[in-house]
């Protein structure tokens, strides 16, 4: 079982950036796909999910800059950063999700600065 992001690093404010998690060794379709992100000094937060039907939901501090989705068939899942600031940075984690079991990636870092 494995579940990779890819696509962080260093963006000017007002920048997009697009994530990427990978997963393979599993049931992909089946799990919900959630998107966190741990800001320095903080908690982990739940930011973005997305259902295995495709309905999303957002935390209010991302609503409206960020989309989350999903393709099946590659077993993957994005999420679309639009008009980053600089408390969206930290590291991003990809979670699949189905009652008891989850899975995380290791994450990667979207550091947001001018």
């Known amino acids: 079982v494995q579940v990779e992001e890819s696509g962080g690093g260093l963006v000017q404010p007002g920048g997009s950036l697009t994530l990427s998690c990978v997963a393979s060794?599993?049931?992909?379709?089946?799990?919900?796909g959630n998107w966190y992100r741990q800001a320095p000094g903080k908690q982990r937060e739940i930011i973005a999910s997305?259902?295995?039907?495709?309905?999303?939901d957002y935390a209010d501090s991302v609503k409206g800059r960020f989309t989350i989705s999903r393709n099946d068939n590659e077993m993957t899942m994005y999420l679309q950063m639009n008009n980053l600031q600089p408390e969206d940075t930290g590291v991003y984690y990809c979670?699949?999700?189905?009652?008891?079991?989850?899975?995380w990636g290791r994450g990667t870092q979207v550091t947001v600065s001018s």
């Open positions: 979670n699949a999700h189905l009652a008891s079991t989850d899975f």
């Open positions: 060794g599993f049931i992909f379709h089946i799990y919900n």
């Open positions: 997305i259902s295995r039907g495709g309905s999303a």
